[in-house]
């Protein structure tokens, strides 16, 4: 199953469309300090943090993410 997520900057009416699979949750996170780009960028992440995945040996997991860039 496909889950979407849209980020709007309103800055420069830019747009980021995600659509996961696999995953339960979105990460939004930048650096703490403005020496590492604080204020230059967000980074946007899938995750399977609230309930993390166990593969057993020989088995797999499969997750997907698709990030499309574009303008409002």
Same mark, same amino acid.
């Given at each position: 199953?496909?889950?979407?997520?849209?980020?709007?900057?309103?800055?420069?009416?830019? %747009?980021?469309?995600? =659509? !996961?699979?696999?995953?339960?949750?979105?990460?939004?996170?930048?650096?703490?300090?403005?020496? @590492?780009?604080?204020?230059?960028?967000?980074? %946007?992440?899938?995750? =399977? !943090?609230?309930?993390?995945?166990?593969?057993?040996?020989?088995?797999?997991?499969?997750?997907? @993410?698709?990030?499309?860039?574009?303008?409002?």
């Amino acid at each position: 199953m496909w889950g979407d997520l849209k980020i709007t900057d309103r800055r420069d009416a830019s %747009v980021l469309g995600i =659509k !996961a699979s696999g995953w339960t949750d979105t990460v939004v996170w930048n650096p703490f300090k403005e020496s @590492m780009g604080a204020s230059k960028f967000v980074c %946007v992440e899938c995750a =399977k !943090a609230a309930q993390p995945v166990t593969v057993p040996p020989g088995a797999e997991w499969v997750a997907a @993410m698709l990030v499309t860039p574009g303008q409002l």
